[in-house]
């Protein structure tokens, strides 16, 4: 079945590490979006990318990196220097044509400890 | 710029009421309107969509009319179930910049009791 995979589901950090969120899809998608979502704000654009080996930064891409060397995957870090970085990070991607929707993975919980 | 304003919530109902969830937006140009529902816990899903004016997406009992005159796409049910229980997100897409980023409003909880 085609769709997108994010993991790990749950992610425990200590302050001050970097770490990296997985995203893969297999949608033949040209569009990949990574969202953050905290309790009553709704999805914020981190960062997405239109096309392979290029990226554009969102509403709230401080502290943020990503890369997309392969059209299947657009991984996100979160660095050090993302001051709360305790979210629920949501994947996305799409045709990225007119009329067409979004799909979405089944998101990955960061807490910082 | 582009927005989506939806209404506030805990939206609370009993099972079997009508549900109205508002949604109004503001874009340049001509978008494409969705409504996506996310379970706890998990990502969203599309629930419908509309890609023009007075067209009316529709999905498990839930429907929505794209009116381009008063810049609105209210979600309706006529008899909503406990599954229902879940944040619905209104969202657009319009060409910007050569992409089309899918913008989303706030989100709305419902809750229906038994």
């Known amino acids: 079945d085609g769709g997108i995979t994010q993991s790990p589901k749950y992610l425990f950090r200590k302050e001050g590490q970097n770490v990296t969120l997985s995203c893969e899809q297999n949608?033949?998608?040209?569009?990949m979006y990574w969202y953050r979502q905290d309790p009553g704000q709704g999805l914020r654009l981190i960062y997405y990318s239109q096309i392979v080996n290029d990226f554009q930064k969102g509403d709230i891409a401080e502290g943020y990196s990503v890369s997309r060397e392969k059209k299947e995957s657009f991984p996100l870090t979160v660095t050090s220097a993302q001051k709360n970085p305790t979210a629920f990070y949501l994947c996305?991607?799409?045709?990225?044509?007119?009329?067409?929707?979004?799909?979405f993975g089944q998101g990955t919980r960061l807490t910082v400890v | 710029g582009n927005s989506v304003t939806q209404m506030e919530g805990p939206v609370t109902l009993s099972e079997e009421a009508f549900l109205t969830i508002n949604c109004t937006y503001t874009a340049t140009g001509y978008p494409s309107l969705f409504w996506y529902v996310q379970y706890p816990g998990e990502g969203l899903q599309l629930l419908l969509k509309?890609?023009?004016?007075?067209d009316k997406g529709s999905n498990k009992g839930f429907e929505a009319t794209y009116r381009k005159e008063t810049t609105s796409f209210h979600l309706e049910k006529g008899s909503v179930q406990v599954s229902d229980s879940a944040v619905y997100f209104c969202?657009?897409?319009?060409?910007?910049?050569?992409?089309?980023?899918?913008?989303f409003g706030r989100g709305t909880s419902l809750i229906v009791h038994p």
């Open positions: 969202a657009l897409s319009v060409p910007s910049g050569g992409s089309y980023i899918p913008t």
């Open positions: 949608l033949n998608h040209d569009a």
């Open positions: 996305a991607s799409s045709k990225d044509r007119a009329k067409t929707e979004a799909f």
């Open positions: 509309a890609t023009k004016a007075d």
